[in-house]
């Protein structure tokens, strides 16, 4: 079993930064993909980004190319996602999702999901 949790998040000003964190705890998560997913309120669930195991490879939602980046530090079992230019439409809670399949990830099928952080950006 894994278990994850996400930090970081908070209230930031349009144009501000933050960042995310994700541990995970349980098993190791050395070979899986992670990734971040959002859910504004009255909207569904939305991919924001997914990496490799290594951080060679990253993909990212158009809406945050560009001013969002997912990196991880396997050492610390921690995932990360810095983000910039922060814009009010960014305001969600934000979800960490890890799979052993990139497909699992992006389809927003994960096998775990964190229990979120709220991200609120004052226009």
């Known amino acids: 079993q894994v278990q994850l949790v996400e930090s970081g998040g908070g209230l930031v000003q349009a144009g501000g930064s933050l960042r995310l964190s994700c541990a995970a705890s349980?098993?190791?998560?050395?070979?899986?993909?992670m990734g971040w997913f959002r859910q504004a309120p009255g909207k569904e669930r939305e991919f924001v980004a997914v990496?490799?195991?290594?951080?060679?490879?990253?993909a990212y939602a158009d809406s945050v190319k560009g001013r969002f980046t997912i990196s991880r530090d396997n050492a610390k079992r921690t995932v990360y996602l810095q983000m910039n230019s922060l814009k009010f439409e960014d305001t969600a809670v934000y979800y960490c999702?890890?799979?052993?399949?990139?497909?699992?990830?992006?389809?927003?099928?994960?096998?775990?999901w964190g229990q979120g952080t709220q991200v609120t950006v004052s226009s």
């Open positions: 349980g098993r190791t998560l050395g070979t899986y993909f």
């Open positions: 990496i490799n195991w290594n951080g060679d490879t990253t």
């Open positions: 999702a890890a799979d052993d399949k990139y497909r699992g990830v992006v389809a927003g099928a994960p096998m775990y």
